[in-house]
């Protein structure tokens, strides 16, 4: 579903991403983890489109897509959530997921309000809030539900478990797998190594813009030298 191979990623004369490479199959959850400032969000944002690749190759499907602009990337069936949410505060909850309708697509689960309120019930209880006066979590809720209005084949999360209380983090491993059962590729960076057991199936490891590891989550928990190098704080 998604390939990325030999990424690199500038900020300005700053080498973000050097020779990335990861894959991500439809019905499987990728995490991409690693500490603060290791390039996770870059990567998330050159896949998206939102920082242009410096050179490499990034196919979705079988097509490329590193020389589209985010809004052709989007139509093709990606969806996005971004690490600071970028819900519109002044609409309430069935305006923002307004905003991300898109038409159904071959391949991928059809949403629809009322679908997503049985993924998020405290969201089906607040149809007419404002995006503004909702805690984090209710935020972060409706950021992904906003996305699958889109009706997405693949879909990136970045750091979806930041911030966010315990009870709603179990919320969100919940709503992830049920994605993953949906049948769609989800591709989520995080630091939280527990909620990333929790969910995924495959793990990279990124440090300084460059993969260091790889492998299924079972080998990364047998793996205490790994985890200890990249991982620990």
Request: charged share 25%; glycine share 10%; hydrophobic share 40%.
């Amino acid at each position: 579903m998604l390939t990325v191979e030999g990424l690199n990623t500038y900020y300005g004369r700053a080498h973000i991403l050097s020779d990335l490479a990861l894959k991500a199959q439809a019905g499987e959850v990728v995490v991409l983890l690693g500490r603060n400032g290791a390039g996770k969000s870059t990567t998330m944002k050159s896949v998206i489109g939102l920082v242009p690749a410096e050179s490499g190759t990034i196919s979705f499907d079988g097509a490329r897509i590193d020389h589209l602009s985010p809004h052709r990337i989007a139509r093709l069936g990606l969806g996005y959530v971004p690490e600071d949410r970028r819900i519109f505060t002044d609409l309430n909850v069935m305006e923002n997921l307004e905003v991300g309708r898109q038409k159904p697509r071959d391949g991928a689960p059809t949403w629809t309000p009322e679908r997503l309120f049985e993924l998020f019930p405290n969201l089906g209880r607040m149809k007419d809030r404002p995006g503004g006066r909702m805690s984090g979590g209710e935020q972060q809720m409706l950021t992904i539900a906003r996305s699958l209005m889109g009706n997405p084949r693949l879909i990136l999360l970045d750091e979806p478990s930041e911030g966010l209380a315990p009870v709603i983090v179990e919320q969100m491993a919940r709503t992830i797998l049920q994605l993953k059962a949906e049948g769609l590729c989800v591709l989520l960076s995080e630091q939280n190594l527990h909620f990333a057991q929790m969910v995924a199936d495959r793990a990279y490891i990124i440090e300084k813009g460059r993969i260091r590891y790889s492998g299924t989550m079972a080998e990364l928990a047998a793996d205490a030298a790994v985890r200890e190098q990249y991982l620990s704080v």
